[in-house]
Every structure is written in C-alpha cells, then in structure tokens.
C-alpha cells in the first residue's frame, strides 16, 4: 500500500514562487531513488528533477538553476522548492518513487498530481 500524497500546488504570478510537497507511506523512504515530472496539456510527461537516496541530484535544462529538490528522510517527504516560476512552468506536477530495472530508472509508483498555474 505505498501511498504518495503532494500538497503545495496552485496559482501564481510569473516571478513567484511555490514548494511542492509529497509525504510517502507504505515503502522504506530512505532507500528509495524520488522525483517530480510535469506534464502539461497537449505534451508527454517530462521529468523535472530527480534525487537518488543518496542525495545525488539532477535537474532539466529548462528548470536548472530556478528549482531545487530535497528530502527530508526523518519526515518521509520529498520537496520541490520552486523559484522565479515562468508561464511554461505551468503543469500537473507528479511525484514518483523510482526504481532501477536493467540498468534504467523506472517510476514504481505515482501520486495523485496537483496542478501549477503561473500566469502572466
């Protein structure tokens, strides 16, 4: 029964900022690689930034140097703190627990999505 829960989503100007959350139950959170994919209408669903159990990060060109992800293995949570957000930022935000299958990461399991809009 592994369970991921985000909270943190919603509206903002172009130039804010917003701290998405996800809490996970259900599976042991300190060994488990994370991370956080967008989709946004019309496009595939894209990985934003992704961070192994080790701490080891790693960021998509377009969001590098603006988002930061973390995780807080005493509280179970993964975030993504979000800064000098842009219009094209907006998206359904996706936390993932992820696993390596020959070789590759692979998503184990998704959240429920929240919806970030930045406006012009």
């Known amino acids: 029964q592994v369970q991921l829960v985000e909270s943190g989503g919603g509206l903002v100007q172009a130039g804010g900022s917003l701290r998405l959350s996800c809490a996970v139950s259900g599976s042991i959170f300190s060994i488990n690689a994370m991370a956080w994919y967008r989709q946004a209408p019309g496009k595939q669903r894209e990985l934003v930034a992704a961070?192994?159990?080790?701490?080891?990060?790693d960021y998509a060109d377009s969001v590098k140097g603006r988002f930061t992800i973390s995780r807080d293995n005493a509280k179970n949570t993964m975030y993504l703190q979000m800064n000098s957000l842009k219009p094209e930022d907006t998206a359904v935000y996706y936390c993932a627990e992820r696993r390596i299958r020959v070789g590759v990461y692979e998503v184990a399991y998704w959240g429920q999505g929240t919806q970030v809009t930045v406006s012009s």
């Open positions: 961070i192994t159990s080790g701490g080891n990060t």
